[in-house]
């Protein structure tokens, strides 16, 4: 497994812990973090809060990753990020891109999925106010 390998892996061992504070140590401070097709965050700290409200409400974060490659500084996934709400699981296929830079941290992060199938799955498990 190459460096970079290792550290998405562990960087994504952390988020299914819902170890934010583990997981931020493998990201960079101008981090360019994309939900494609949203806006990108930009910065450590912006990733921090996105994250926190993504992964507050799971009781459950569980990412399986169907195959990974490595090349460099590069890391690609294909994986089924499955989150556990009150109302049960969301599942959503992902295709994840990552640049690890020199000092080993990620520097971007981007991840490629269906918006309306997320969205309405986290409708339907979401309780309504």
Known sequence: MSTAAAVVDAFIGALERKDIDAAMAYVADGISYENMPMAPIVGADATRAVLGRFLGDAKTVEWRIVRQIASGNIVANERIDRFELAGGWLELPVAGFFVVDD???????????????????????????
């Not at 991840?111 to 309504?128: G, N, V, W």
């Open 103 to 129: 000092d080993g941290r990620i520097a971007i992060w981007r991840d490629y999925f269906d918006l309306a199938s997320y969205t309405k799955q986290l409708a339907a498990l979401t309780p309504h106010s």
